[in-house]
């Protein structure tokens, strides 16, 4: 077997294993409602062995990440597939660092999904080992892109910790203006991640099914003696084209549901032979987030975060806002390290400039300033409880845009990590 194929069997021996540990902190949870003798007793030993689970998924990863490595010749955070990956390996580092001071099961219900979810969405991107582009080739970048997905991994927890407080503190059985402002706002959180679920699940199936369109757009480029050109450049489509780009004709195209062309065309405005596939995949992503969340409300028969918060009763509040906050208290500085000081040293020895204003590096300083006020606010004015918790949820659907939303809706100098 060769390195790349025992890479890849191990990334998805992790990613089997993650979900079964996931499912067994989900029995650890809901199995002490049928112990007859004691049920946190019941809880402690199935949440053990859900937490060895997830430790064997970790092993599995970290052979994935080392075998990558050593067949491609380089860190494997070079493209998106890659960084997602190590993404998803840091926030189970986190996780297993923080469930080892609380050990608290319900942790793990909450944060493993989010690293499943990133693995699935990275299996759409091209897999394949490629040589690093001149920019790449720096021993910054290892520096740069460990640290930046370090912190951001304990986002991701504190994330988990903060959204569970909210269902845990939310009270759904008030009338009151405040109650239901709280009680809207987790709705909305929780839509927002069936987006998420339902964007990366239907990517997932459409690429494993093979599905693909792709078309032509007509492009005038100026060479370096200055001399303009006609070419063709090519968009292709994972996602059936509701959109296609502007001034585009269709090279070949497989019928869905009986639509055998685009719907509609993306407006002239919108610049870019990518613009189209982009704005195609925010609608795709919206439609089936509404029919997801539709479906899940119908079989729940009330609102996500009602039919959730009875898994977290007798959790204490205060607990679960310490590992919201203790977490993001240690990425913070990790993540100040990577994506701000490391990256613009980097920046410099590619690109010749320490900051440019690239969306990314935009958004890298917008998150920064978030979690910023939000220690500010935690330590100076005693933030802590619900403000806290909003604070930490907000913050993180902050680091998925810069992550996802970037690359969908904005091209830069980092499109080179696959939009």
Known sequence: MSFESFSSASLLAAFIVYNLAFLVFVLSILGKRW???????????????????????FVCHLLFFFTRWYGSGHI???????????????????????????????????ALPVAVIIIAYASVFPSEAQPLIPALQSYWLKIHVTT??????????????????????????????????EQQGVEFTLFVIVMIIAFVASTFLFHASGYEARFSTQITQTDKAGNEQT??????????PIVKPHGSTIVSMKPFLGIDKPLF???????????????N???????????????????ARRRLGEAIQPILNGMDPEDLDEISYRAIAIGYPVFTLGALIFAMIWAS??????????PKEVWALITWLFYAAYLHLRLSRGWQGKPSS???????????????????????????AGV
């Open 349 to 358: 020895e590619a690109w010749g400039r320490f900051w440019g204003w690239d």
């Open 35 to 57: 112990s007859r003798r004691d049920p946190s007793a019941h809880t402690r030993r199935w949440g053990w062995f859900a937490f060895l689970l997830a430790a064997a998924g």
């Open 76 to 110: 494997p955070t070079s493209n998106m597939y890659e960084f997602m990956t190590f993404l998803a390996m840091m926030i189970m580092f986190a996780f297993i660092i923080v469930y080892l001071i609380y050990r608290i099961p319900v942790i793990g219900v909450f």
């Open 281 to 299: 995949t925010v609608i795709w992503s919206v439609i089936l987030g509404l029919v997801l969340y539709a479906v899940l409300r119908l079989v």
């Open 148 to 181: 930046a997905a370090a912190g951001e991994a304990f986002f991701a927890v504190g994330f988990a910790g903060g959204l569970m407080h909210l269902l845990r503190t939310v009270e759904y059985k008030s009338d009151s203006r405040k109650a239901k402002r």
């Open 265 to 279: 065309e993306a407006p002239a405005w919108m610049n870019g032979v990518n613009a189209g596939r982009k704005l």
């Open 231 to 240: 070419v063709d450049q090519t968009t292709d489509y994972v996602l059936p």
């Open 390 to 416: 909003w604070m930490s949820v907000i913050g993180f659907l902050v680091v998925m845009f810069t992550l996802i939303g970037v690359n969908l809706v904005i091209a830069g100098l980092h499109s080179y």
